[in-house]
Each structure stands twice: as structure tokens, then as C-alpha cells.
């Protein structure tokens, strides 16, 4: 990633970024980028690789261990790097920069699904197709059933389930990075550690009760 705009995110946030003050000459950046919005996206696909990666190597690395072990190396991976990586984090999760329009074409979004992938393989790790068909959507959420499924390849219930987790994985990352997390703020890694602990537990449960229903199926 590119350490001048980087450090400007750091010192000023994404929405004071322009190409005259990076560290680089003007000239030497427009050979690369058309404009300060083309700089941002670049910025943005590089940070969700980056974060996309971290995950993606502790979910492989641990492959083979129990799926407890697997979502607890995953979840603090990606805390680790958020907050080891805060500015470009909040670059891709904090207040949107004003007035940024993405460069037509690019490659953020398909940059952003990738994590997606190591999360999957690891919350349902040892699950079944019909278990993860039995999953049911909570009581109004049922309109998730008619949506574009095709960037997470889940049955309804099991993907709402999966955003569900990941919303509340991520919410304490940010409430974390951003100080919010009072009077816990100090033991921040203890609250994040018993939160994974117990959406474990329930990731457990809930594939528990999705077996019982299938065998009362039968």
C-alpha cells in the first residue's frame, strides 16, 4: 500500500486526503491516479485485500482444528489487523469521505466480498448442506428469501444468520477504534474474546437445533 497517502489518512482522515500533500510530487502520483477519488478506491481495494488476507491465512493456518478453535483465531485476526491497520479501516468502515465518487469499474467490491469467504468456511465449518437449509429466517426478516443471493452462495436463513454475526463481530471492532466502548474501553480484547466465545456457543446451538429438525423430518 502506498505509505504516503496512508500516513495522510492517519494524520487527517480520508476526507483532507489530496494528491499535492502525500509525500509524492503531483506528477510522479498522476502517473498512477486521474484524481483524488482514484487514488481513495485504489486505497480502499489494497485495505480490503490486505484485511481479506489476514483472515483468510488463520482461517487456512487453522484448518483441521475444532471449529471453536477456528472461529476464535479468525475473529481475533481480524480485530488484530483493524487495529494494527485503524486508518485504512476507517478508510473502508468509518464516515464516508465527502464527496468521494468510486472510479467506474472498480475493483472494491469484489475486494470487499473476499473476506466473506474465510468466514464462511469457518462459522459453518462441518455443517452440512440441509443443515444449512434448515436454518429459518427469524420472524420479518422472510423478504431476505427474494434477495440476490449470488455473492455468498447460503440459503436464506444460514447467509441472514451469517450477517447477523459478522454485524456484531464488527460493531465492537469499530465501537472499539473509535472509543466507545466505555467503561470497558481498557479490557477491550477481554469484551471482544467473551463476545466470540458466546457467538460460538450459538453457532453451536443453532447447528444442534438445524440436525434436530431435520431427524424429526424424517
Do not use: C, N
Not at 468466514?119 to 431476505?144: C, I, K, M, T
Not at 465492537?172 to 466465545?197: I, R, T, Y
Amino acid at each position: 500500500m502506498w505509505r504516503g497517502p496512508v500516513a495522510q489518512l492517519a494524520e487527517t482522515g480520508p476526507g483532507a486526503l489530496s494528491l499535492r500533500a502525500v509525500g509524492m510530487t503531483v506528477q510522479s502520483l498522476y502517473h498512477y491516479f486521474d484524481s483524488r477519488d482514484a487514488l481513495l478506491t485504489a486505497l480502499m481495494a489494497d485495505a480490503h485485500h490486505a484485511l481479506a488476507d489476514a483472515v483468510q491465512a488463520a482461517a487456512d493456518g487453522s484448518r483441521g482444528r475444532p471449529p471453536a478453535e477456528r472461529r476464535r483465531v479468525t475473529t481475533e485476526a481480524f480485530r488484530d489487523w483493524s487495529l494494527a491497520h485503524a486508518p485504512e479501516f476507517l478508510l473502508l468502515y468509518g464516515t464516508p469521505v465527502p464527496d468521494f465518487a468510486p472510479v467506474p469499474g472498480d475493483a472494491t467490491g469484489e475486494a470487499a466480498l473476499r473476506l466473506a469467504a474465510p468466514f464462511v468456511d469457518v462459522v459453518f465449518d462441518g455443517w452440512s448442506p440441509a443443515e444449512l437449509a434448515a436454518l429459518p429466517l427469524a420472524p420479518g426478516a422472510e423478504a431476505v428469501a427474494g434477495a440476490d443471493l449470488s455473492k455468498i452462495p447460503l440459503p436464506p436463513g444460514a447467509l441472514a444468520f451469517f450477517l447477523e454475526l459478522r454485524a456484531r463481530m464488527h460493531g465492537l471492532v469499530v465501537l472499539e477504534l473509535l472509543g466507545h466502548l466505555h467503561p470497558l474501553q481498557d479490557v477491550a480484547g477481554a469484551l471482544f474474546a467473551g463476545a466470540m466465545h458466546h457467538m460460538t456457543t450459538e453457532i453451536d446451538e443453532r447447528r444442534a437445533a438445524a440436525a434436530a429438525q431435520l431427524r424429526s423430518d424424517r
